[in-house]
DNA sequence: TTATGTTCCTGCATGC
DNA sequence: TGCATGCAGGAACATA
């Protein structure tokens, strides 16, 4: 699933295709992957058409195309959305929009389960994503701030982690894992957590995401590639996620599975303990 | 205002 | 073999 390590694979794997490049013709395959466009496929189609692309940003999973008219064309990969760079080949089995270059490469937007989409926003940085907070990786992300925010929460940690308007970037799969190299539960009320360990905590969510984008990502099927179609390499580090009944990695105990939000929570129940 | 629940969506695994 | 069901989950939106 794209988190913020594998945004960022796409960004930086996009960046040497798509900066400087104008979109000669843009092919709408599924106008479900433009919801949230508000004048429809057509509108998308005709504003993006013969613009220039001078820079590709990120906040936390969502990604934006700068235009030459400082416009922008915001990008979230959802659950299994994918932007790959094809010079040919036949395009992918769930492509939904092609965009054609002046350099003779397509850009393709391929989503499984279409939780992910494009639309077009008037303004850089795009103002449909201003609800969207700063992520660990951000040079301006202020620790201490977003500390005494969480602590003033009346919920779970781990809600915390996934909450984008707190913390941008985190989901179910990293959240797991800082929580794992924080020893702390996924329930645990936020606000009965010290200013150090959640600092601490912090510390390990951008450890294990720096420490992902190293590696290209995580991967554990087709679902997540970068912009060539190649998988990354973290899931082998994961000591929690999906491991469920394979031993801590720390104390050797089963890790566990348990449902939190309509997902699953992977945790030691030894040296993750609730109270 | 804040916390929680629902919905969107497809492909794979599983059970009958 | 074929069908039904459950599951995966990010985030906007609805509801309490």
Redesign the pocket.
């Known amino acids: 699933?794209?988190?913020l390590p594998e945004v960022e694979v796409v960004r930086r794997g996009l960046a040497t295709h798509l900066v400087g490049r104008t979109f000669v013709r843009i092919s709408v395959l599924d106008a479900?992957s433009l919801?949230?466009q508000v004048g429809g496929s057509d509108d998308f189609v005709s504003r993006l058409t013969g613009r220039r692309v001078v820079d590709i940003k990120r906040r936390?999973?969502?990604m934006w195309w700068v235009l030459d008219d400082d416009s922008t064309v915001v990008v979230?990969?959802?659950?299994?959305g994918q932007v790959l760079v094809n010079d040919g080949a036949p395009h992918h089995?769930?492509a939904r929009i092609i965009g054609e270059l002046d350099s003779g490469t397509s850009v393709v937007f391929a989503d499984?389960?279409?939780?992910g989409g494009l639309f077009l926003d008037d303004s850089n940085p795009p103002s449909?994503?201003s609800?969207?907070a700063l992520d660990p990786l951000d040079p301006l992300f202020d620790d201490s701030a977003l500390v005494e925010r969480m602590r003033?929460?009346?919920?779970?940690v781990k809600?915390c982690l996934?909450?984008?308007?707190l913390i941008?970037g985190i989901?179910?799969?990293y959240?797991d894992e800082a929580l794992w190299r924080a020893r702390l539960h996924f329930e645990k009320p936020a606000a009965r957590i010290s200013r150090a360990k959640m600092i601490e905590l912090m510390g390990h969510a951008r450890d294990v995401m720096t420490e992902a984008l190293d590696q290209g990502g995580t991967s554990f099927?087709a679902l997540y590639v970068n912009v060539e179609g190649e998988s990354g390499y973290f899931a082998r580090e994961l000591n929690a996620?999906?491991r469920e009944g394979q031993p801590c990695g720390r104390c050797g105990t089963a890790i566990r599975?348990a449902?939190f939000?309509?997902?699953?929570s992977f945790f030691c129940p030894r040296c993750q303990r609730k109270s």
């Open positions: 699933m794209p988190e479900r919801r949230r936390g999973k969502y979230h990969l959802g659950m299994s089995r769930h499984q389960r279409l939780f449909a994503i609800h969207i003033n929460k009346d919920v779970s809600r996934l909450d984008q308007a941008s989901g179910n799969i959240a099927d996620y999906g599975r449902s939000m309509n997902r699953s």
